[in-house]
């Protein structure tokens, strides 16, 4: 790993640690911690330009094949466009043989029958706005630390904000990295219950995860968690050191109470939700793999 690489990972650590360190010894003030930390432009900027640097310069080189960018987009463009059974069209119809029943919204319906030809994408923890290069979607990016002009300074978790984000208005939502970063399993929730408000019916969404959030059951609680409040799963890919989810939007918005949420959210548990494995992790030593470098890969 080059000393540009170390001093980078050192400041992304640096915050990742810190915000969790916080939010371990008084997790009573967890909102009140993520507000201040959203609030903390310097330090959020810092972490951003860093980011840029990690995700232009140094992951992009390491990835063999395939890499987080590219799996969504064709991901998407297979959704929408795709003739196979993980189309669009083609699961609809396989709903219908089976006699499954899906709500759908008038609008919904006219535009799926017209054909979505360039789906309205919001990426979230954008940082750079990747999505930009890919002139076949149309993308929203959003950030609490933008690394770029393009990108709006947004926390996710405050959404909607009309008119710029609405509900029922984007066809995929993109969570790259982004759900490890949140320090809670409440959060984690709140964060896939907007993205289901805000998706159209039969919407995407993508979750890309470092590969040791998901390792062993932990991929399968994220996915009952998801199916819990309305989503399906389309596909599910193991890349270089990441799991890479897709769900599609199957149901119109339901109410949960306290008691559905509090045990939906433990399904969306990550290792380092346990102090005691934050501590033990800082003492592993880390090997030079894609996303090394990132607080939330290791063990």
Not at 74 to 95: E, P, V
Request: aromatic residues 8%; glycine residues 4%.
């Amino acid at each position: 790993m080059s000393s540009e690489q170390l001093t980078l990972a050192d400041s992304i650590r640096k915050v990742h640690q810190d915000l969790r360190r916080d939010v371990h010894q008084t997790p009573e003030a967890a909102e009140s911690i993520w507000n201040a930390h959203v609030a903390n432009f310097d330090k959020l900027n810092e972490y951003a330009q860093s980011m840029r640097q990690l995700a232009e310069h140094h992951w992009a080189d390491k990835a063999h094949g395939q890499t987080r960018l590219t799996w969504c987009y064709q991901t998407i463009k297979d959704y929408f466009h795709g003739k196979d059974i993980s189309g669009l069209q083609r699961r609809r119809a396989r709903d219908q043989r089976k006699q499954i029943t899906h709500e759908i919204c008038s609008n919904c319906q006219i535009r799926i029958e017209h054909g979505i030809q360039k789906p309205r994408v919001l990426d979230v923890g954008s940082c750079y706005n990747a999505f930009s290069q890919y002139e076949d979607l149309e993308t929203l990016a959003i950030d609490i630390a933008p690394a770029d002009e393009s990108v709006h300074r947004i926390d996710f978790l405050r959404t909607p904000q009309p008119p710029l984000i609405c509900t029922h208005s984007f066809d995929t939502i993109v969570f790259s990295l982004v759900l490890d970063y949140l320090p809670t399993c409440g959060q984690r929730l709140s964060a896939c219950l907007i993205a289901h408000q805000l998706l159209t019916c039969f919407g995407l969404l993508l979750i890309v995860e470092p590969d040791s959030s998901l390792r062993g059951n932990r991929q399968t609680s994220w996915r009952q968690a998801l199916e819990s409040i309305g989503f399906g799963l389309v596909s599910c890919v193991k890349a270089t050191n990441l799991h890479c989810m897709a769900f599609r939007k199957l149901s119109l918005w339901s109410e949960m109470n306290v008691n559905d949420c509090t045990r939906i959210a433990q399904l969306l548990n990550i290792p380092q939700d346990d102090e005691s494995l934050e501590t033990e992790r800082q003492s592993v030593n880390i090997d030079q793999k894609l996303f090394d470098e990132l607080p939330f890969f290791v063990d």
